[in-house]
């Protein structure tokens, strides 16, 4: 028996089964490629799902973990600590907003969004029945609250019933999206760029006439960034190319690369009139060493340039893309922006080239049930575009 044999049996034999996870061990990674405990090489266009944008065993990043580690890795938020000042001043620089919370992971991010604005609401009319309008197809976390503004029915059914008082409306359609508003509504949420629903951006036309709508009526626009946010898409935040600002932001993923940590961040408005003191909390959330990551992926994204990289480095991937949906007549349409992008797949099963990828040395992710999805690290190169594509290329030819 192999030694990855036998470290998925004994994952197996342990670990509730919900995932269906590929059968590779992943034992180490550096720069863009990752390693098993064969010693096979991956080149790596998953990222961990969009996390680790830095790439693999950057020093600079892994020092400035360790350096935390040997002073203090949790006080609770009972107390203040140094890396929490310099981790928030960082987030709210960067995002133009007012204020933050620290949450463990991107779900619960969505709910304190949700809390803040019912609480935002309630502030003003004292009424619990608001609603929120969310997006169908969209996805948002697993948690109850998270699954209840997730627009897809398979995520949703087994768990209900769900939170109350959410609407759904189609995305890029703002038609559909003012026909649901009501007195009731407090918030309309939504992904800059819908990441599991099949890498669909909004339509500029559409994010700032719903912005305007929020604004004309007093309700909160909250945009989840948790994947499209950090660089992904060419600019720090995929709003930022839309000159739209939400009043609630979530992120995740990117925002620690690699340690567990998320965040809501809100405008001044919805910071002053929704949550205080004992409305919301965490144990974990916003300690020391996530903090400390959080600082460090800030300094290091402005030291190396990753945003600019990103928006100067996509157009080529983009090429490289459109070139194989062009020779391939399965492979109908790419989408997506920067480093996040979408290829749709007609009459062949996604989870099989993706399948097929991996045996080649190539990580890649579906999204939906018929998309290829590309969420590389944001410092791939050219000349790891062009592997890319030769390895998808050689899966591709034996569809």
Not at 74 to 79: A, D, G, M, Q, W
Not at 126 to 133: A, Q, T, Y
Not at 145 to 160: E, K, M, W
Not at 354 to 377: D, Q, Y
């Amino acid at each position: 028996m192999t030694a990855s044999q036998r470290i998925m049996d004994e994952t197996e034999q342990y670990v509730l089964h919900t995932y269906n996870r590929f059968p590779v061990v992943f034992e180490r990674g550096e720069g863009v490629h990752l390693y098993d405990v064969e010693g096979k090489e991956y080149l790596d266009f998953g990222a961990g799902i969009a996390v680790f944008a830095l790439g693999y065993g950057n020093p600079a990043y892994s020092e400035a973990l360790k350096d935390q580690i040997d002073k203090v890795i949790h006080t609770s938020n009972l107390f203040y600590h140094k890396p929490l000042a310099e981790a928030s001043r960082k987030v709210i620089e960067h995002t133009h907003l007012s204020k933050v919370f620290f949450t463990n992971s991107g779900a619960e991010a969505i709910e304190g969004a949700i809390k803040a604005a019912r609480k935002y609401a309630y502030s003003k009319d004292g009424s619990n029945d608001h609603e929120i309008i969310a997006m169908k197809h969209s996805f948002h976390g697993r948690t109850i609250g998270a699954l209840s503004v997730t627009g897809n029915a398979h995520y949703q059914d087994p768990f209900r019933p769900l939170m109350g008082g959410v609407r759904f409306a189609d995305f890029n359609d703002f038609e559909s999206v003012k026909g649901a508003v009501t007195e009731k509504t407090c918030a309309i949420l939504l992904e800059t760029v819908q990441g599991e629903g099949g890498i669909y951006p909004a339509d500029p036309a559409f994010l700032r006439s719903v912005r305007k709508l929020c604004d004309e009526r007093d309700i909160l626009l909250i945009l989840d960034e948790i994947q499209c946010g950090m660089g992904r898409t060419g600019s720090w935040f995929a709003c930022d190319a839309y000159d739209v600002k939400p009043d609630i932001m979530t992120l995740a993923k990117a925002l620690g690369c690699g340690i567990p940590v998320g965040a809501f961040v809100l405008n001044e408005k919805a910071a002053e009139q929704s949550l205080a003191p004992g409305d919301h909390g965490t144990t974990y959330g916003g300690n020391p060493l996530a903090c400390a990551a959080v600082s460090a992926v800030f300094d290091l994204f402005d030291q190396n340039g990753i945003v600019g990289q990103v928006a100067q480095t996509a157009p080529y991937l983009e090429a490289k893309l459109d070139e194989l949906v062009s020779k391939y007549s399965f492979l109908t349409k790419r989408r997506g922006m920067g480093f996040m992008q979408g290829i749709v797949v007609e009459g062949k099963p996604v989870g099989e080239i993706v399948k097929a990828a991996l045996a080649e040395g190539l990580v890649i992710l579906s999204a939906g049930s018929n998309v290829l999805r590309f969420v590389p690290p944001l410092v791939m190169e050219k000349k790891d575009i062009d592997e890319m594509a030769m390895k998808l290329d050689s899966v591709l030819s034996r569809q």
